[in-house]
């Protein structure tokens, strides 16, 4: 029994919700200056907002993908939990169509009362689990993507507190409260 792709589009469609929603935040991550990169501009006496000139051996200041897999790494159980429930709904989402079919063939082609009343309560049965584990599903993608959400509010929080008094003179107080 295969998984359908929209139950497979559904199954990343939480985690992607979860980084689309926490863009702006990684975007103005990439603007800070980082201490260990921004070099201090000798002419204006600050720091250099524009054009950063890097080392050629420090860090980028960008996010990517492996640093937002770092930061679900303490996720990791909640993870698989959900890619279980993820497996049990699309397992019982296929499942829905064959009992529809045996149910109707009970009916019209049998004529067998008992066959139907069998399938219906598998039917029911069926329907009742999926419902359980898509539940499962969505709220622990959910919860992980919360958690990712204040990991990351926590990071910009504790880069801002790491700036130099500089920054705060160069950078507007409602472009630091608007993230």
């Known amino acids: 029994m295969g998984v359908g792709p929209s139950c497979l589009a559904t199954a990343g469609v939480s985690i992607v919700f979860s980084f689309v929603e926490n863009w702006n935040l990684r975007h ?3 603007k800070l200056p980082n201490p260990m990169i921004a070099v201090a ?3 204006e006496g600050g720091w250099n907002m524009g054009a950063r000139k890097e080392k050629k051996n420090s860090k980028s200041t960008e996010l990517s993908f492996k640093d937002v897999l ?4 303490p996720d990791w159980p909640l993870f698989l939990v959900a890619f279980f429930a993820l497996t049990v709904a699309a397992a019982g989402e296929s499942l829905i169509p064959f009992l529809l079919g045996k149910i ?3 009916v019209a082609l049998y004529r067998n009362t008992e066959d139907f009343h069998r399938y219906t309560l598998y039917l029911v049965a069926t329907a009742a689990v999926t419902g359980v584990f898509t539940g499962l599903r969505g709220s622990t993608f959910m919860v992980v993507g919360a958690r990712f959400s204040v990991r990351m509010r926590q990071r910009l929080f504790d880069s801002i507190l790491r700036q130099e008094v500089a920054f705060f003179d160069s950078t507007k ?4 409260t608007s993230r």
């Open 41 to 43: 501009d000798e002419e």
């Open 28 to 30: 103005y991550l990439r």
């Open 104 to 106: 109707i063939d009970a």
């Open 70 to 73: 770092s930061m679900c790494l």
């Open 173 to 176: 107080t409602g472009e630091i």
